[in-house]
């Protein structure tokens, strides 16, 4: 993702959880967004949608013992496919990453393989209580037609 979408996500984080945040140590907050995936290619097209009420997963993991899960919280999107998971503690040394659990379009529900990775631990080097995961989409079962239109234009530019 673009370094500046990131801080403009960080800067808006930040703002929305400021009164919160304030009050806890440790506190983490993991922002992303689920999509569906008109065009089954695993990145956001113009012909993505946002999904609203989908469940997205957070575990952490111990990264020497890939059975120890030390956290999981779940969380639905909202109207615009967005998420927050509370996170509490300092993860350093652990694995954490968000994953699709469920989908409420039926014509949309095969989860991407893909999870996204972040770092709960203030010795990352980012001072922000925020972390913004990559997109997760679900992939529709049949691609859209305006889907030939996104193959063209990566034929033009690739
Ligand atoms: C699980 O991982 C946590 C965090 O790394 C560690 O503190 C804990 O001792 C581990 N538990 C077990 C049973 O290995």
Redesign the pocket.
């Known amino acids: 993702m673009a370094k500046g979408a990131v801080l403009v996500a960080s800067a808006l984080c930040i703002l929305a959880f400021a009164g919160f945040a304030h009050c806890h140590d440790e506190v983490f907050t993991v922002e992303g967004k689920v999509y569906c995936d008109t065009c089954r290619l695993q990145f956001v097209t113009k012909f993505s949608q946002f999904l609203a009420g989908a469940t997205v997963q957070l575990e952490?993991?111990?990264?020497?013992?890939c059975n120890?899960?030390?956290y999981s919280v779940e969380s639905l999107t909202d109207a615009n496919g967005h998420y927050g998971l509370p996170v509490y503690g300092d993860?350093e040394?652990?694995i954490c990453e968000v994953t699709l659990v469920s989908s409420p379009d039926p014509e949309c529900s095969e989860p991407t393989t893909e999870r996204a990775r972040v770092s709960l631990t203030k010795n990352s080097g980012i001072t922000s209580d925020c972390r913004y995961a990559n997109y997760l989409g679900f992939l529709k079962t049949d691609p859209i037609p305006e889907c030939l239109e996104v193959l063209r234009e990566l034929a033009l530019f690739s």
């Open positions: 952490c993991r111990d990264r020497q013992d120890n899960v030390t993860h040394g652990e």
